[in-house]
């Protein structure tokens, strides 16, 4: 959290978080030409927001993008925001943004996290029925969890999502078609990829969730949940508690499932 309170504190790097929030996924030279400095001195601030976890780089092509990760922040609104102020606050931080590149007819989300855990761990966390519930708005996630196999999740008595798992590599990546249920509004979206990578950095993990394919424009409901659901995974592994911000339970069917250990 100290590098994240060191990033944002100068104006720069806010105005550059601010650029990334207007539209996602913009190259060096795209954010040199809204800033009044060099092209060097634009680096060093990606860099040190990309110390922080606040923005992911990512090549596509001959092109490197940079994308606003908003689950740091999510972070230090479930540490030192929502035990303080009345549970409205807590819409205000979820970060809305659409990547308005006029070329593309589709656009992705990159979000990135680390976790004190072991990837056998973290992709238990990832497919156990009883633990993805703990910080997944309390669904329920269902599936053998095989190439080419289907899964639902069940909540508050009605189908939340569902899709196909299309690449199953444990405990390294899990690629997964997408389809919202929970509204007319988001199913009328189609179908979308989530990409789940996970990466062992020392005795922890970083876990990226790329979620792509979706319409250029589509309803945020679609991804906007990610921040807390990542925050909540990485709470729950480590410290064996469940986030209780407003709405990090909304399917919770009450069922009685046993709390994991804290980290092994």
């Not at 504190?9 to 806010?14: I, Q």
């Not at 680390?114 to 309390?138: C, S, V």
């Amino acid at each position: 959290m100290d590098d994240v309170f060191k990033a944002l504190a100068d104006p720069t790097r806010r105005s550059l978080l601010d650029e990334l929030f207007r539209e996602d996924g913009q190259t060096l030279s795209s954010l040199e030409a809204r800033l009044p400095m060099t092209r060097f001195g634009v680096m060093k601030h990606l860099k040190i927001l990309e110390d922080a976890g606040l923005v992911v780089a990512r090549r596509r092509g001959r092109e490197k993008l940079h994308f606003l990760n908003p689950v740091p922040i999510r972070l230090v609104h479930d540490r030192w925001v929502s035990k303080y102020t009345a549970p409205f606050v807590a819409a205000l931080s979820d970060l809305k943004r659409d990547l308005e590149n006029p070329e593309e007819k589709t656009m992705e989300k990159v979000f990135e996290i680390y976790i004190k855990t072991t990837p056998e761990r973290l992709w238990t966390a990832i497919t156990d029925t009883g633990m993805r519930a703990k910080y997944n708005f309390g669904a329920l996630v269902t599936s053998d969890w095989t190439p080419g196999s289907r899964y639902q999740s069940h909540g508050g008595g009605a189908l939340i999502f569902e899709g196909e798992n299309l690449e199953v590599d444990p405990p390294r990546r899990l690629v997964q078609s997408f389809r919202a249920l929970w509204g007319e509004d988001v199913r009328a979206e189609g179908t979308s990829r989530i990409t789940w990578e996970i990466e062992p950095v020392g005795d922890s993990c970083l876990l990226r969730v790329v979620h792509d394919q979706l319409r250029k424009g589509a309803n945020n409901q679609l991804y906007g949940g990610w921040p807390m659901v990542l925050s909540g995974l990485k709470t729950l592994l480590e410290t064996g508690e469940m986030l209780t911000t407003p709405g990090s339970l909304r399917w919770m069917e009450g069922a009685d499932i046993p709390m994991p250990e804290a980290r092994a």
